[in-house]
């Protein structure tokens, strides 16, 4: 199956990709083994490279790479300086120890630096950073309007909210850059304390005229209407979001833990409907149309689905092969790459296929067009020489 063009009606749905960046990011929660870690953030970065846009948000995977080794690098330092509860016989170095209070047990700075406990530190900041960097992912390859869009009617007016925040910050941006510009040409300094203060009183006063007009032309068009519902409905609906959500979160954290995955699994399932039930209830409230709507595929299933098939695949295979996804710190143990694990991660390279391919900025119309303005003068050169 050929990937076509990405256009507005064969464009991938955008839950569609935060589903398979979760699917990774839950994969990459079940294992500590640096190998398999490497292969999530080598598959996720893979499908960014070839399914990205020039759009704005998709230059946010970069931010987050680098927001992943930052936290590694921190928590290597704070493991360097502070110590880790993993005991160690290899010392690497021994640090001088301050003397702490008595209330300050279990806590200390300085003292002995293990091998052990710098490699355990190692494992869990990359298994953090995998996490980061799979979101990352998602923010790239993912339209924020079009989620927005397809957000149920219960979240409607936070939706609104987050289109508004999210369309007002570029202008924020531009009229900061326009104002520091005008401060240039006119030989005034653009940076410091001072500048700064000049430059942000024009700017809030900027927001402050678009935040006014912009609710002028909410409210003229029904933006913050709402039907009549009534109350038993209103309570019903809170809790079973509420519970819902509960629900949700506790079966998450049983998946993601090591123990209590066989409970975690049917507590998500019952969240997860009673939250649909409740947002299905709340969207009651709010009555509107959608104007093309965002429709879900057959290639959204097959991109979801194989994010969703790696959380599923790593999460048996703690089953069968536990010591090949959480390799030993003590002992220390070189990090094998197990085969069937390694199978499964490269499943959530389908979306490299299947998604729709980025639309390429200034296509053949454009080229037809020059062609034809080059054909054009060339004609117009022949016929001012024959004359």
């Known amino acids: 199956m050929s990937a076509p063009q990405a256009t507005r009606s064969t464009a991938l749905h955008a839950g569609a990709w935060w589903l398979w960046a979760l699917g990774l990011a839950t994969a990459a929660s079940r294992t500590t083994n640096p190998l398999l870690l490497c292969l999530l953030v080598g598959v996720a970065g893979y499908v960014v490279a070839v ?51 008595d209330w300050a047990k279990g806590v200390r700075i300085g003292g002995r630096v293990t091998a052990e406990g710098m490699v355990f530190a190692l494992y869990d900041g990359l298994k953090l950073a995998t996490l980061l960097i799979c979101v990352g992912a998602a923010n790239a390859l993912a339209n924020p309007a079009r989620l927005l869009k397809s957000l149920p009617g219960a979240l409607y007016e936070a939706g609104v909210a987050v289109v508004v925040a999210m369309t007002f910050a570029p202008n924020l941006v531009a009229d900061v850059q326009r104002l520091r510009a005008a401060r240039r040409l006119r030989g005034r300094p653009d940076r410091g304390v001072a500048a700064l203060l000049q430059v942000g009183l024009p700017v809030l006063e900027g927001a402050l005229e678009r935040s006014v007009a912009l609710a002028a032309a909410m409210d003229a068009r029904g933006y913050g209407r709402t039907a009549h519902v009534p109350r038993a409905v209103r309570h019903t609906t809170t809790v079973l979001t509420l519970g819902g959500l509960l629900g949700v979160c506790v079966g998450t954290y049983g998946l993601l833990a090591d123990a209590g995955a066989g409970l975690g699994l049917p507590l998500l399932l019952v969240g997860l409907a009673a939250a649909l039930a409740g947002l299905w209830l709340g969207g009651r409230r709010t009555v509107r149309t959608r104007y093309r709507p965002e429709r879900w595929g057959v290639r959204a299933w097959l991109v979801s689905g194989s994010g969703i098939a790696v959380a599923a695949l790593l999460i048996a295979a703690n089953g069968y092969a536990p010591g090949a996804l959480h390799p030993s710190a003590v002992p220390l143990t070189a990090p094998q790459l197990p085969l069937w694990p390694a199978l499964s991660v490269l499943v959530g390279l389908l979306p490299a296929w299947v998604a729709p391919l ?18 054009g003068r060339s004609g117009r050169r022949k016929k001012e020489s024959a004359q």
Do not use: N, Q
């Open 51 to 101: 399914r990205r846009t020039d759009a704005p948000w998709a230059r946010s995977y970069g931010a987050f790479v680098k927001l992943g080794l930052l936290v590694l690098g921190i928590r290597l330092v704070f493991a360097f300086l502070l110590g880790s509860p993993i005991p160690g016989t290899h010392t690497l170095v021994t640090l001088p120890e301050l003397p702490l209070p």
């Open 358 to 375: 980025p639309a390429v900025p200034g296509g053949g119309a454009g080229s037809c067009g020059a062609g034809a303005s080059v054909s």
